[in-house]
């Protein structure tokens, strides 16, 4: 199982960023994909999940109308569209596969940084 993030970087408040995981290795269209995050001096948390079809998404709260995830299994990828960023955001992200909406299966990205900062 190989998932790759790209997509971080520094980008003020206010503004965008799109990540992406590219996964390989498994039956991506049978698994749940999400994404985590994890803050400075804070535990990952979960930011979006959607269904293997893609018919069921789940938001954290702190996200919910700013943030798109979104999935290609023809391609084997999931996005994650952060709009109207703020410095809360600032973490590292994770794309992670699993069974579930809600707890993360076991296999992990090695994460990619975002900084909202001005």
């Known amino acids: 199982v190989q998932l790759v993030e790209s997509g971080g970087g520094l980008v003020q408040p206010g503004g965008s960023l799109r990540l992406s995981c590219a996964a390989s290795g498994f039956t991506f269209s049978s698994y749940v994909m999400s994404w985590h995050r994890q803050g400075p001096g804070k535990g990952r948390e979960l930011v979006a999940a959607?269904?293997?079809?893609?018919?069921?998404?789940n938001y954290a709260d702190s996200v919910k109308g700013r943030f798109t995830i979104s999935r290609d299994n023809a391609k084997n990828t999931v996005t994650l569209q952060m709009n109207s960023l703020k410095p809360e955001d600032t973490a590292v992200y994770y794309c992670?596969?699993?069974?579930?909406?809600?707890?993360?299966?076991?296999?992990w990205g090695q994460g990619t940084q975002v900084t909202v900062s001005s």
């Open positions: 959607i269904s293997s079809a893609g018919g069921r998404r």
């Open positions: 992670n596969a699993g069974l579930s909406l809600v707890v993360p299966g076991a296999h």
